[in-house]
């Protein structure tokens, strides 16, 4: 199994920002993937996780309404396009499969993370 | 939303010894809860699902036992690799929600 993030990036407050998680090992289509962001020196967060098919989609109260999380299962690819960032969105972010095709819940592999900085 | 709770936040231990961690749901999440280790600089990795099943690969050295709202994590026989925050988390339901870590220090 292996989960690779696109390259995060600068930002500026209220910009837009797109990141990609190509993934490979594993049947793509069949389980369930995630976001997860860890602001420098701070805890893990969960952001948002995405059914098998997409038709599933979950996100944390901090990021719903700006962030919406996506997946391409022809191309292996999960996506989570950040909309109106904010100071508090920097962050390394993950991410994560789970262990089944609606939600577990459960991350058992995560991706390297890519660092997110949302400044002015 | 459920909040989680680990103690302590630190800890100091030798080479050797065995350390236990413990974690609190603010509410009942039944077994629907795992734990991971990060080392410095790397993803989380996960240890323990379903409150006390080990992942593959993962050495038996870690254990998780409790149920309900109080959980624990076990760790024998330190080595130098296990010094690392630990972080417990939920699967009960969105918003998935995990612990603030504990960071396990060579004394």
Redesign the interface.
């Known amino acids: 199994v292996q989960l690779v993030e696109s390259e995060g990036g600068l930002e500026q407050p209220g910009g837009s920002l797109r990141l990609s998680c190509a993934a490979s090992g594993f049947s793509f289509n069949t389980y369930a993937m995630s976001w997860?962001r860890q602001a420098p020196g701070k805890?893990?967060?969960?952001v948002s996780?995405i059914s098998d098919t997409g038709d599933g989609t979950?996100y944390?109260?901090s990021v719903k309404g700006r962030f919406t999380i996506s997946r391409d299962n022809s191309k292996n690819t999960l996506f989570l396009q950040m909309n109106s960032l904010r100071v508090e969105d920097t962050a390394i972010y993950?991410c994560a499969k789970e262990?089944n095709h609606y939600?577990?819940?459960?991350?058992?592999y995560?991706?390297?993370?890519v660092l997110v900085t949302v400044s002015s | 939303d459920i909040q989680m709770t680990q103690s302590p936040s630190s800890l100091s231990a030798s080479i050797g010894d065995r350390v236990t961690i413990t974690c609190r749901a603010s509410q009942n999440i039944f077994s629907f809860l795992n734990w991971y280790q990060q080392r410095s600089g790397k993803a989380p990795k996960l240890l323990i699902y379903a409150a006390s099943n080990l992942q593959s690969g993962v050495p038996s050295k870690f254990s998780g036992s409790g149920s309900g709202t109080d959980f624990t994590l076990t760790i024998s026989s330190l080595q130098p690799e296990d010094f690392a925050t630990y972080y417990c988390q939920q699967s009960l339901t969105t918003p998935y929600s995990f612990g603030q870590g504990t960071k396990l220090e060579i004394k």
């Open positions: 997860v805890g893990v967060e969960w996780s979950y944390a109260d993950y262990t939600g577990s819940g459960i991350f058992d995560w991706g390297q993370g």
